[in-house]
């Protein structure tokens, strides 16, 4: 499990743009989030905008700009999974 772990923060080095989606549907996770930093976590934090109560950024899924990264991050290492034999 560490390694595959390991694997996916490597793939998410690199990125200059905020990962995910909050659940108020604000970006956060990542440099340039509409979420404030926490802890030394950028854009873990509240959401930056006044009018939005978001206490904390609650990841619900990726930016398509992310998912697009990590397709192309996944296609130049080569598909590295190994398949189940039963």
């Known amino acids: 499990m560490k390694e595959i ?4 923060r490597k793939k998410m080095n690199g990125f200059q743009e905020p990962k995910g989606i909050c659940y108020c549907g604000h970006t956060g996770n990542g440099k340039g989030s509409q979420h404030q930093s926490l802890l030394g976590l950028e854009g873990e934090g509240p959401c930056i905008f006044a009018d939005c109560h978001c206490g904390q950024f609650i990841w619900v899924r990726f930016t398509i700009s992310y998912k697009k990264f990590l397709k192309e991050k996944t296609r130049q290492e080569g598909n590295t999974c190994k398949k189940r034999t039963r």
């Open 5 to 8: 772990l390991k694997g996916g």
